[in-house]
């Protein structure tokens, strides 16, 4: 009899190559790095031959791994071709969408939530990040869909939102202004620190986070001054009456990853629609 080879072997084989690691692979088709060893190794014995071979810590196709690519690659197009005309458009299959935290909460209670009425079957992963490592993530194929944020003048711009200061007023009238801020990278913490350096305003961080509703608590206690959009705190207006630096704005980016299903297409329409009504 004829060997099978399994499609979810074939599309582990694939990620292997296409991310460059085991353990960026094993993030893409959500398995253990080790489950992803067991399947190369079963994948391997199928075909009775090596795929890989280690050179230092790289992993190299062997001459019999150049061979299967190729046709793993065309066995897994035609595979996902006829998923596709079979189910005529309705999901199948997890999709992948980050987005930083300012939009979390939004688009899980409306975007998200619509989505997974229409689809009931569907799987939904939602990852949550800064926009550097969501953008990582999606070249690297482990996304389908990121919203984040850019500098104003991205060409990807979906809307493009100023930039404002929150808080306590009286903060803002210290000779050292107190700033709640999130942990490196974040486009806010730049742009605060970088108005008042240009003013020449001393300031210091009262409170660093990696979490934005702690950044929020932070700022609702009095505890600090932060930029943000008005995404931040949607009921709670900005400060305007104070003297503070100017702020510069930021656009609000939708980017997806090519060749989407087509329900996930939709829902990447439905992100920027979203996005531009905020």
């Not at 190794?41 to 001459?63: C, D, I, N």
């Not at 486009?187 to 660093?208: C, D, K, M």
């Not at 932070?218 to 705190?233: D, I, M, N, Q, Y």
Request: hydrophobic share 50%.
């Amino acid at each position: 009899m004829p060997v099978n080879l399994p499609t979810t072997l074939l599309r582990s084989f694939v990620a292997i190559v296409d991310t460059g690691s085991m353990l960026n692979a094993a993030e893409q088709v959500y398995v253990t790095q080790s489950a992803l060893s067991l399947q190369i190794k079963r994948l391997e014995e199928l075909v009775q031959q090596a795929l890989f071979t280690r050179e230092g810590r790289r992993l190299v196709l062997t001459p019999a791994g150049d061979v299967l690519l190729d046709y793993s690659r065309r066995v897994l197009s035609l595979h996902d071709e006829a998923i596709a005309a079979v189910s005529a458009g309705h999901f199948a299959g997890p999709v992948r969408v980050g987005m930083v935290q300012d939009f979390a909460e939004t688009l899980l209670k409306g975007l998200l939530a619509q989505f997974s009425e229409l689809h009931r079957d569907s799987q939904i992963f939602a990852r949550v990040a800064g926009t550097a490592e969501l953008l990582t993530m999606l070249e690297r194929g482990q996304l389908d869909i990121i919203i984040g944020y850019a500098a104003a003048d991205d060409p990807a711009a979906i809307k493009v939102a100023p930039m404002a200061w929150y808080g306590d007023p009286e903060l803002a009238r210290r000779d050292v202004v107190p700033l709640a801020v999130l942990e490196t990278p974040c486009r806010f913490r730049e742009a605060a620190i970088a108005s008042l350096n240009a003013a020449g305003q001393p300031w210091r961080i009262a409170i660093e986070t990696p979490n934005l509703s702690t950044l929020r608590a932070a700022v609702e206690a009095g505890l600090g001054l932060t930029c943000r959009t008005h995404l931040f705190l949607p009921d709670t207006e900005s400060l305007t009456d104070v003297d503070l630096p100017a702020l510069p704005q930021v656009a609000c980016i939708v980017a997806k990853a090519n060749d989407l299903a087509q329900a996930t297409a939709r829902l990447a329409e439905l992100a920027v629609e979203v996005v531009r009504d905020l």
